[in-house]
């Protein structure tokens, strides 16, 4: 005849404490399938010295969108940036720099960038004279948006468009840059 | 035969070359060279012509749109500008070349916001022969059609700290008969919607 024992309070403690420690380290090793709700984009306010840092060359290509939400092209082209910087990840740098408002820092902007599901580093210029940017990205930007502009990783310009982007001339253009040893 | 093909595959390659160049904009036009006379239709459709709207010292050809939010927060300078100056001999033109606006569109901005006319650059053929990309931009001529400035109105499109009024002193050079000091200053804005873009 086997006697039942009661189990001791300090084997309960311990076992529960394993299982807690198992259920954790699954966690970190395996991310959980369905995700809670997508964290709102930071956007991060800069000025033109920042800006200029911004744009020092960095060892990759650098591809950076200039946009608002108020500009209809800038919004509709949006996505097409998007699958570009999923293709290109790890390979160049990409950011995005809105010229909206700062008030729309925290609305509008990160919004908008949610809803497109934008990875890309995103930044809001504020600047008290927008030629100052202007000349600091490129004389060639007449002023208008979007701006898009593609700097080889030595720094020069290697592509620029105002106006909404041709997806398949900047995917040549990055992979141009991406072929030169 | 073989030739007829080959120079057929040469003629159909270098049409799909010009069809996929990209929009290439004409050269701006250059500071202190003479601005040609032009006619557009205003919004009500009547024709008018450069020489009929300037002012006896000089036009303002501003590219104007009705959706750009960047346009907006100029209105009210804008207008104030064209009022203050036309009693000094200075008439303002406005141009809508955007292809997306609708004359009534056009025409419904144009009597929300501004005493002077807002002529319709339909093909934007005005805008690629100026070389304009953005809205607002400005064209300044003289009292001899000579254009003296052109860019922005000022640095500040919020209006609350502007530090250079580029229109306004090279409205003041012009009046005055002195040298326009900075003449040429990119704009900030919306790029105007050309026919053909996507």
């Not at chain 1, 306010?45 to 200039?66: C, V, W």
């Not at chain 2, 050269?27 to 006619?39: H, L, Q, R, T």
């Amino acid at each position: 005849m086997v006697s039942k024992r009661p189990v001791p309070a300090w084997a309960v403690i311990f076992i529960l404490l394993a299982f807690t420690a198992s259920m954790v380290g699954q966690r970190r090793a395996k991310p959980v399938a369905k995700p809670a709700a997508a964290a709102i984009p930071v956007v991060k306010q800069i000025g033109d010295e920042d800006l200029r840092a911004l744009i020092k060359p960095g060892g990759k290509p650098l591809l950076i969108n200039f946009w608002a939400t108020w500009c209809v092209p800038c919004r509709e082209e949006f996505p097409d940036l998007v699958v570009l910087d999923k293709e290109f990840s790890g390979k160049i740098d990409f950011i995005t720099i809105s010229l909206d408002d700062l008030a729309e820092i925290k609305r509008d902007v990160p919004k908008f960038l949610n809803e497109m599901g934008a990875k890309m580093p995103a930044y809001l210029l504020k600047t008290a004279d927008e030629n100052n940017a202007i000349a600091i990205v490129t004389r060639e930007w007449k002023g208008g948006l979007p701006f898009s502009i593609l700097y080889a990783p030595t720094g020069e310009t290697a592509y620029f468009r105002q106006g909404k982007i041709d997806p398949a001339t900047v995917r040549q253009k990055i992979n141009d840059q991406l072929a030169v040893k | 035969m073989k030739r007829q093909s080959t120079l057929f595959c040469c003629l159909l390659a270098a049409a799909l070359l010009i069809a996929c160049a990209p929009a290439v904009f004409a050269d701006v036009i250059a500071i202190g060279s003479k601005m040609e006379n032009f006619s557009l239709p205003n919004t009500s459709g009547k024709v008018s012509t450069l020489s009929d709207l300037k002012g006896k010292n000089g036009a303002v050809i501003v590219f104007l749109s009705a959706q750009c939010p960047v346009v907006r927060g100029y209105n009210e300078r804008i207008s104030r500008i064209a009022a203050e100056y036309e009693a000094k001999g200075i008439r303002f033109v406005g141009i809508n070349s955007n292809a997306t606006e609708s004359l009534d569109w056009a025409k419904g901005n144009a009597a929300e916001n501004y005493k002077f006319p807002v002529l319709i650059d339909k093909g934007n053929l005005l805008a690629d022969k100026l070389g304009a990309s953005v809205t607002p931009e400005i064209f300044l001529i003289d009292a001899n059609n000579v254009l003296v400035y052109h860019g922005a109105v000022d640095n500040d499109r919020s209006g609350g700290n502007i530090t250079k009024p580029y229109l306004r002193s090279a409205l003041d050079a012009v009046i005055g008969g002195k040298k326009v000091e900075i003449t040429e200053i990119n704009a900030f804005g919306c790029s105007i919607k050309r026919v053909g873009d996507k």
